[in-house]
């Protein structure tokens, strides 16, 4: 590896940051990081494969200088003034969900003081990952026979590994999982254009039979559609609200008692998106990280644990990403790995594990 070679473009400063590196044995490792808050993954992958093909898209912005300062304050005015009502209907769902969370805060149980030595808590964590490839047709067969489909079988999947990393909810032991559910259509330029849906699934049966998690999410779906996620009004607030308050929101919404596990199937991506340069690519590899995260974040939030599923077009596999972080485990990426074999193992599943 030539690391002189390395090459980094910064896409708008800190939202992305593209990077290429030319190896010895004449392959090319490329590197995309981006944030959540400007795009998600299925949004991500079709900018990729509209890119590798040379589309293009007219968003609708003015060319640079092109617009007098008196003429651009004009329109951003009446922009702000068409957006008002979106901003106020948020501004009452804030409320609501803030004396609902008061409420909440108030039934649960007192949080567990967190045991931490002075300065532990300080530093920068990388959460530890692991990715795994497992042949399709093993998937799909290993589904069928539990009674389900190859989706119900990556949700089972994420519940059993919740399960080995100690997530199990406090009282009936169920895994609570965060699956989120896309709403981008045809055109769409939203940054996050999902739903999140909640279900509750009992590990002890996923290895031998899916059609109770396979209900389970049939009816978490149903209870989304008839009852929007509130939460995703609070998106119009964001440009008027301050980066620290902004912090706080974020992080009162993921310290959740239930140690919710967040299941992202990205399903199959366009096959360019694996073809920067007209091949396809030899290692796809995708992780979802949080910046800046600190052990005593993390110990606070209760833990933080992800998973992401994608298969490209025509391929032979199916891939996933799990990010791990367990208060009181060992938080290494060997352990985390060990955890993700004995789950493969106890589906009767064979796969890589990097």
Not at 8 to 15: M, N, Q, T, V, Y
Not at 44 to 57: E, K, P, Q, S
Not at 103 to 131: C, E, F, I, K
Not at 318 to 331: D, L, R, S
Request: aromatic fraction near 4%; proline fraction near 6%.
């Amino acid at each position: 590896m030539n690391a002189h070679n390395c090459l980094l473009i910064r896409s708008g400063g800190p939202p992305g940051i593209f990077g290429v590196l030319p190896l010895t044995d004449g392959s090319t490792a490329v590197s995309l990081v981006l944030s959540h808050y400007v795009v998600d993954g299925l949004g991500l992958a079709l900018v990729i494969a509209d890119a590798a093909r040379g589309n293009t898209h007219d968003l609708g912005y003015p060319p640079p200088h092109s617009r007098t300062r008196r003429h651009a304050a004009v329109q951003d005015a009446r922009q702000t003034a068409r957006d008002a009502p979106g901003v106020g209907r948020a501004l009452v769902a804030a409320a609501r969900l803030a004396r609902r969370a008061q409420q909440d805060v108030a039934r649960s149980p007192a949080s567990r003081p967190v045991a931490l030595r002075a300065g532990d808590g300080d530093g920068a964590v990388v959460v530890p990952a692991v990715s795994i490839q497992i042949d399709l047709d093993e998937w799909d067969a290993r589904a069928k026979a539990l009674g389900g489909a190859g989706k119900t079988l990556i949700a089972a999947l994420a519940a059993k590994l919740a399960e080995g990393m100690g997530r199990r909810r406090a009282g009936d032991g169920f895994i609570t999982l965060h699956l989120p559910m896309s709403d981008r259509t045809e055109g769409d330029t939203r940054a996050n254009a999902m739903s999140i849906a909640s279900v509750s699934v009992d590990p002890t049966r996923v290895t031998t039979d899916l059609r109770d998690i396979r209900a389970a999410i049939k009816q978490a779906l149903s209870t989304l559609r008839e009852t929007p996620d509130e939460s995703l009004q609070l998106r119009s607030l964001i440009p008027f609200t301050p980066k620290r308050a902004l912090k706080r929101m974020v992080d009162a919404g993921l310290t959740d008692p239930d140690a919710p596990m967040l299941c992202s199937n990205l399903d199959e991506f366009d096959p360019m998106v694996v073809r920067l340069d007209g091949t396809d690519g030899e290692m796809i590899l995708t992780r979802a990280t949080g910046q800046g995260v600190t052990r005593q974040w993390l110990e606070l939030a209760g833990g933080q644990m992800t998973l992401q599923s994608w298969r490209i077009g025509g391929g032979s596999k199916i891939y996933f990403t799990v990010n791990a972080y367990q208060p009181g485990a060992e938080n290494t990426k060997p352990a985390l790995r060990e955890v993700a074999a004995r789950t493969l193992a106890e589906f009767g599943l064979t796969g890589t594990i990097y």
